[in-house]
């Protein structure tokens, strides 16, 4: 067997988490990333657009098309250079002014009834709820080819994710931390796979025990967290977090894996504290990060702890392969 066919058989979801991440960084600095082009129409009034989303009217500032903006929620009047937009509170009150595009924070089944009545007037409705940064980026992409900002949005989001990128690929190698994310105690609740939270504990250079999942939220008892073995439980509230807070969740949780707290907003810190965020993430995982999984030739594990035999799907005749974290 070939070294590169052995590689394989060693290299776990870690590896190529961060191997993905270091093709999407090559592309990033290089410019290798397509760049969306709408079609060319100099015709075509400026669309008229309504926010009630203050992240998405943060992006619309980005790709320069404050001048779009006809109304923005209260929230986003704030905003240097919206202070004298009209200000409305629900997405009702923006059927009046029969905008182009209303951008939503989130779409519930009273907002989705009128939401269908923007649409069969003609106007386009876009709910920006991103719940992970691959969400975040298609957004800002997809707004951008509606205002014909195309090129300015694939810019914006390179130039987000640029850092971010740069301290993904520098935890490539290296056998990365277990993590568990609590996000709430009444019930239960650890970050899915699919969130910003899991983004941040892989780009600081750790391994969510709910990678893989499609989740938001998981659900789940003491015992249950305890079985996934975190190095890491991480308690994220977007409040400061008292000592007797901290103290009962350390009673809960118990003796075993280390526990450290986190404050910040999961709905809004991507845009502006994003990689600080990651940063100060970075600095607690650091200490429990272990050596290479793989020696400089790529083929011998290192440091490789036991592995639930339940966790991996074996291949007849294959060779054990480093843990499958789930």
Same mark, same amino acid.
């Given at each position: ?5 052995q590689m394989?058989?060693?290299? +776990? ?8 991440? *270091?093709?999407l960084? #090559? #592309? ?17 009034? !400026? ?8 992240a &998405?009217? $943060?992006v619309?500032?980005?790709l320069?098309?404050a ?5 923005? %929620? ?7 250079g919206?202070?004298?937009?009209p ?5 009702? #009150? ?11 924070p989130?779409?519930?089944? $009273?907002?989705l009834r009128?939401a269908?009545?923007l649409?069969a007037?003609?106007? %386009?409705?876009?709910e920006f ?5 691959d ?7 997809v707004? &951008?080819?509606?205002? *014909? ?5 694939? #810019? ?11 301290m ?11 993590v568990?994310?609590?996000? *709430?105690?009444?019930p239960?609740e650890?970050?899915g ?7 941040l504990?892989?780009?600081? +250079? ?5 990678? &893989? ?7 789940? /008892?003491?015992?249950?967290l305890?079985?996934?073995?975190? %190095? ?21 949780? *118990?003796?075993?894996?280390e526990?450290?707290? !986190?404050?910040f907003?999961?709905k809004?810190f991507?845009?502006?504290?994003a ?6 993430l ?8 272990? +050596? ?12 490789v ?9 074996? /291949? ?7 843990p499958?974290y789930?």
């Amino acid at each position: 067997m070939s070294h590169s066919l052995q590689m394989v058989w060693y290299a +776990g979801p870690a590896f190529w988490s961060t191997l993905i991440h *270091g093709l999407l960084l #090559a #592309a990033t600095l290089f410019g290798c990333s397509p760049e969306l082009e709408p079609a060319p129409n100099s015709s075509r009034a !400026m669309p008229r657009v309504v926010s009630l989303s203050p992240a &998405g009217t $943060e992006v619309l500032l980005e790709l320069g098309a404050a001048e779009t903006l006809i109304a923005v %929620d209260p929230d986003s009047r704030s905003l240097a250079g919206l202070e004298m937009l009209p200000a409305i509170v629900d997405l009702d #009150a923006s059927v009046a002014l029969a905008p182009d595009l209303v951008i939503v924070p989130r779409l519930d089944r $009273e907002n989705l009834r009128i939401a269908e009545q923007l649409r069969a007037q003609g106007s %386009d409705v876009i709910e920006f709820a991103p719940h992970n940064f691959d969400d975040a980026y298609e957004l800002c992409r997809v707004l &951008g080819l509606r205002l *014909g900002r195309a090129a300015e949005a694939s #810019a914006f989001v390179r130039r987000h994710s640029r850092e971010l990128a740069l301290m993904s690929a520098a935890a490539f190698g290296y056998q990365r931390p277990r993590v568990a994310a609590v996000l *709430g105690f009444s019930p239960l609740e650890i970050a899915g796979g699919h969130s910003f939270t899991t983004d941040l504990i892989e780009i600081a +250079g750790a391994e969510s025990v709910t990678h &893989g999942s499609d989740e938001l939220r998981v659900p789940l /008892t003491v015992a249950e967290l305890q079985a996934t073995e975190p %190095d890491l439980v991480l308690i994220v509230s977007a409040i400061p977090i008292s000592e007797d807070d901290r103290r009962d969740a350390r009673a809960l949780i *118990g003796d075993g894996p280390e526990i450290a707290f !986190m404050v910040f907003d999961r709905k809004h810190f991507w845009l502006r504290r994003a990689v600080e965020t990651a940063r100060q993430l970075r600095e607690r995982v650091q200490p429990l990060v272990r +050596g290479p999984l793989l020696d400089p030739s790529g083929v011998t594990p290192l440091d490789v702890r036991p592995v639930d035999a339940t966790r991996l799907a074996p /291949t007849p005749g294959a060779r054990p392969r480093a843990p499958v974290y789930p």
